[in-house]
């Protein structure tokens, strides 16, 4: 009786082929290896001993940001340079792109040049426009900013082309104020004088206000509703308390 031997002894990566003139000390077994080859480029092929042949899809990755990572099965990994512009560029103007094998995408500002012969134009580039003309802003930077508004003329002669002029908020003091009295805020306009009247208890305070400050100071007015008596007589608008 003749029993067939395995050669395989349950390891499936073995070919079960036997040779009766082989001189392998296992019974003739010539220990064969199981070709997994599945002839595709872009799978790694191996074996396991319990369930066979495996075919692992390959990982194509050769460390560059800048490379599209693919697959032929003919030809296995290829690593294609992608297009800069189409890639990275997000629709922003401003921005000039490149890539960086290391990071990927990177963008830098771009710089607008002026190519216009006017001192108060300066150019700025808009993310949808590109480089764009824009009039020269001029801040004020001394004490009360906001008194002052700024304004660019090229036909001037100076370093910079700004002027600033006082707002009319700003041109005239506030009014002073007395004892018992509320301090006032006068608005004006620009050459035109303004006089305010305080009184309090017989006093009255003068403050006039002009383009070029303002004064104020008491004077000695007696008061029509103090004065029991003027020089004509009784007074009538005087109350006694």
Same mark, same amino acid.
């Given at each position: ?15 079960? $082929?036997?040779?009766?003139? #082989?001189?392998? &000390?296992?019974?003739?077994? *010539? ?5 997994? #080859?599945?002839?595709?480029? !872009?799978?790694? $092929?191996?074996?396991? =001993?319990?369930? @066979? !042949? ?11 940001? !800048?490379?599209? $990572? ?20 997000? @629709?922003? *103007? ?6 960086? &094998?290391?990071?990927?995408?990177? #963008? ?12 108060? *134009? ?10 764009? &003309? ?7 930077? @001394? ?10 003329? =090229? ?8 002027? /600033?002029?006082?707002?009319?908020? !700003? ?12 301090? +006032? ?25 002009? /383009?070029?400050?303002?004064? #104020?100071?008491? /004077?000695?007015?007696?008061?029509? +509703? ?9 007074? &009538? +608008?005087?109350? $006694?308390?």
């Amino acid at each position: 009786m003749f029993t067939t031997i395995d050669c395989t002894r349950g390891d499936k990566c073995i070919v079960p $082929d036997c040779d009766r003139q #082989s001189t392998n &000390p296992f019974n003739g077994c *010539l220990n064969k290896t199981v070709n997994c #080859s599945d002839g595709n480029e !872009c799978t790694d $092929d191996g074996c396991n =001993s319990a369930t @066979g !042949c495996t075919h692992t899809p390959r990982v194509c990755n050769d460390n560059n940001a !800048c490379t599209d $990572d693919t697959c032929e099965p003919s030809i296995g990994c290829v690593f294609t340079p992608f297009n800069v512009t189409d890639r990275c560029n997000i @629709g922003d *103007l401003c921005a000039n792109y490149t890539c960086d &094998p290391l990071v990927g995408c990177v #963008s830098t500002p771009k710089v607008c040049a002026n190519t216009y012969n006017d001192s108060c *134009l300066e150019v700025e580039c808009d993310p949808y426009q590109e480089c764009i &003309p824009v009039p020269k802003k001029c801040n004020y930077t @001394g004490e009360k900013p906001e008194c002052y508004v700024g304004y660019c003329n =090229s036909t001037k002669e100076v370093t910079d082309n700004c002027f /600033f002029e006082q707002t009319d908020e !700003c041109a005239l003091t506030v009014i002073v104020g007395v004892a018992g009295a509320t301090i +006032l805020g006068v608005g004006a306009i620009v050459g035109i004088i303004i006089a305010a009247v305080v009184c309090a208890a017989g006093t009255t305070t003068l403050a006039v206000l002009g /383009f070029n400050g303002a004064f #104020s100071g008491e /004077f000695e007015n007696k008061n029509p +509703l103090y004065e029991k008596e003027t020089k004509e007589g009784k007074n &009538p +608008l005087y109350k $006694d308390k």
